[in-house]
């Protein structure tokens, strides 16, 4: 019985596949364009980091702590989505692989809080570090 609603499920899945999908046809393209176009997008994006760099260079009167700064501003932007894939990560080992498994259950839970540890130290850090450069050192 499960057999049989498996297949059927999978055929009316390639028959939707069939008509709802529709062709694109390859069409002769420069592939230099394109080369040049994502060269272009790159040497953009180098240009825009760089002035940004510069940007926090002159904000903070120095190279070191600017690049730091620069450092630290990467770091609290990627740390949000890092964080978010950990927290589910280690939810997947404490609710549901924890169930039948204590010891697991135990390493998920430990994992979560070291990860929203390290995910709220992440946030926290540039602005300490802000206060600090900007505030004491005037």
């Keep these: 019985m499960k ?11 390639l028959f939707l ?8 046809y390859a069409t002769d393209t420069n592939t ?3 080369k040049n176009d994502s060269t272009v997008n790159l040497v953009q994006i180098k240009e ?6 510069q940007d926090y260079q002159e904000s903070y009167g120095d190279n070191t702590y600017g690049l730091v700064a620069y450092i630290l501003n990467i ?3 990627y740390s949000i989505p890092f964080g978010f894939v950990g927290i589910a990560i280690s939810g997947i080992y404490r609710y549901i692989i ?14 979560m809080i070291g990860i929203i540890t ?5 946030q926290v850090l540039p ?4 206060i600090v450069v900007k505030g004491w050192r005037g």
Excluded: H, N, Q
């Excluded at 008509?19 to 694109?24: E, K």
């Design 48 to 53: 825009k980091e760089l002035e940004t760099l």
């Design 98 to 111: 924890g169930i039948r498994k204590l010891d697991v259950r135990d390493k998920g839970f430990g994992a």
């Design 32 to 34: 230099v364009d394109v």
């Design 118 to 122: 390290v995910m709220v130290i992440c």
């Design 127 to 130: 602005l300490v570090f802000a």
């Design 75 to 77: 770091i609290r932007l």
């Design 3 to 13: 057999k049989k609603i498996a297949i059927a499920i999978i055929v009316l899945m």
């Design 17 to 24: 596949g069939l008509f709802v999908t529709s062709f694109v």
